[in-house]
RNA sequence: CGGGGUGUAGCUCAGUCUGGUAGAGUGCUUGCUUUGGGAGCAAGAUGCCGCAAGUUCGAAUCUUGCCACCCCGACCA
């Protein structure tokens, strides 16, 4: 993309609304736009960061033995009458009424819905287990929405839900989604802990918030050092497989957020060089709640033995939107964003440090389109600006490599590379940087 | 929902107290000079001063009502 045709509206200047660093980015470079509050158009780029995110969640899910699908935005209220959840719920749901006077209500989640799609479709534990899922936009009417889209009243949520004939298959579903988190946020670059939270009536150890350490996060949290030090994506998991190791291993050391915590256990389970105590943001949870909806909906199926029972349900959601923001909040510096690779809107930045010198476009042109063909996806910066305003606005949006080519390395045949992250430049051959970059 | 605050150019903000032709910086346009970390000079465009009613010869400024947005708290993916 030659960032001269890009939409890509980047401020110098911090909108007065926004507090936290990954709303100020966010708003800087252009990602987004907000419409009101809490509800926020995504321009292109920063659309692009959520898709790539969408995706990885996608795969992951996949890879667990999830099937993707769509639900409304819509529901009925009738549905939410029927699991008593439409007076519960309270104004932070959304209700509409439609020109026959049907009451609606624009969903802030979907556990109705596909219990209702399921129970209607499934009668035998022959068909089960099965887990459905679907990435769509939810509304919560926050009373008070801040943070830019780390909450707003619009997200983009992913919520898959499993369908089990008795609990005790129930937590293998539960362990395959568990797993599955582990990797979806190793592979954005997040290091997320799982931290037990509260299962309210239901009991049990059967639901986790995952929680990214940042300092701007809405909790406190406590936990185990080792966290910190440990890549889930080193071995590959076989999720027909027992699970329960795995998970095991990551729910023995104490990880809790202030709700949940304890502060005599924390000090006794871990040893004081080894304790954490920072903020964290709340990235996803998980939760297994048994029949509580299939129950009141009638999503019954016919056991081995003749018998009908209300199917075992369990709950997985994931921020999509929020990780947007979550993922800057973790990952920054005082000059803006830097985004891991897995979910940059492109990989390489191309800056000619002077258009229209014909040594410098051309040496651009070649570089853009041979990364081009090859597959990376590059963002180049041909514009006519100064210099220090181009470095400013790369720095900015924190794409993880930037390859810089100018009048004076040019007359030696160099470029220059730059990693965004670490900071680490160097001159290269022209040929030495794109097999670099493509490889 | 309680408390506080702000609405003036794309963005950051002055001007409001004390009523009298709408301002600055930045961004934008044009030209020249520049060109390796947000350039210099010159010329230019840009506003229902959040909306409505009122007071007044005259309202960005005073009064009343409404709306929007932000912050703190309580609440949440």
Redesign the pocket.
């Known amino acids: 993309m030659r960032l001269s045709q890009y939409f890509m509206?980047?401020?110098?200047?911090?909108?007065?609304?926004?507090?936290?660093v990954s709303?100020r980015y966010m708003l800087?470079a252009g990602m987004i736009r907000?419409a009101?509050?809490?509800?926020y158009s995504w321009l292109p780029m920063g659309f692009k960061v959520m898709k790539n995110i969408e995706q990885i969640v996608r795969e992951e899910q996949n890879a667990a033995g999830a099937q993707e699908m769509l639900m409304p935005t819509i529901q009925s209220a009738d549905l939410w009458r029927q699991s008593g959840r439409y007076d519960d719920y309270g104004?932070?749901m959304l209700r509409i009424t439609d020109r026959h006077d049907r009451e609606m209500l624009y969903g802030p989640t979907n556990e109705e819905v596909i219990t209702e799609i399921f129970g209607a479709a499934i009668k035998s534990y022959r068909h089960l287990p099965k887990n459905l899922y679907h990435i769509q936009w939810?509304f919560?009417d926050?009373?008070?929405?801040?943070?830019g889209?780390?909450?707003?009243?619009?997200?983009l949520?992913k919520d898959a839900y499993s369908f089990d004939l008795d609990a005790e298959a129930g937590r293998r579903a539960y362990n395959r989604m568990f797993v599955a988190y582990l990797r979806t946020y190793a592979r954005m670059g997040l290091q997320a802990i799982p931290m037990r939270a509260d299962t309210g009536p239901i009991g049990g150890d059967m639901s986790h918030?995952f929680i990214i350490l940042a300092d701007t996060g809405?909790?406190e949290v406590f936990c185990h050092r080792d966290f910190l030090e440990r890549d889930v994506l080193q071995r590959d998991i076989d999720f027909d497989s027992d699970l329960q190791p795995i998970v095991d291993e990551w729910t023995s050391l104490y990880a809790a957020t202030d709700e949940m915590h304890d502060a005599a256990a924390f000090e006794s389970a871990v040893p004081e060089d080894r304790r954490v105590s920072a903020r964290g943001i709340?990235?996803?949870?998980i939760f297994f709640f048994g029949d509580n909806y299939s129950k009141p909906l009638g999503a019954l199926v016919t056991t081995p033995d003749g018998d009908e029972v209300a199917v075992q349900m369990g709950s997985y959601?994931i921020?999509v939107?929020?990780l947007v923001g979550a993922i800057i909040e973790a990952s920054h510096d005082e000059?803006?964003i830097i985004w891991p690779e897995s979910v940059a809107p492109f990989k390489v930045g191309l800056i000619n440090?002077?258009s229209?010198?014909d040594a410098c476009d051309a040496a651009c042109g070649e570089m853009y389109t041979k990364l081009s063909d090859a597959g990376v996806e590059v963002l180049y910066d041909d514009r006519?600006?100064?210099?220090?305003?181009?470095?400013?606005?790369?720095?900015?949006i924190g794409l993880p490599w930037?390859l810089?080519?100018?009048?004076?390395?040019?007359k030696d045949g160099?470029?220059?590379l730059?990693n965004r992250r670490s900071g680490e430049?160097e001159e290269l051959t022209i040929d030495a940087a794109l097999t670099r970059l493509a490889s």
């Open positions: 509206p980047t401020l110098k200047e911090t909108p007065s609304e926004a507090q936290i709303h800087r907000q009101s509050a809490g509800i104004q932070e939810k919560r926050e009373v008070r929405p801040r943070f889209v780390m909450r707003g009243r619009e997200f949520m918030e809405e909790s709340e990235v996803g949870h959601g921020g939107s929020r000059k803006g440090l002077r229209g010198d006519s600006e100064r210099a220090g305003s181009k470095f400013a606005d790369m720095d900015l930037q810089v080519a100018g009048p004076r390395g040019l160099k470029v220059e730059k430049t």
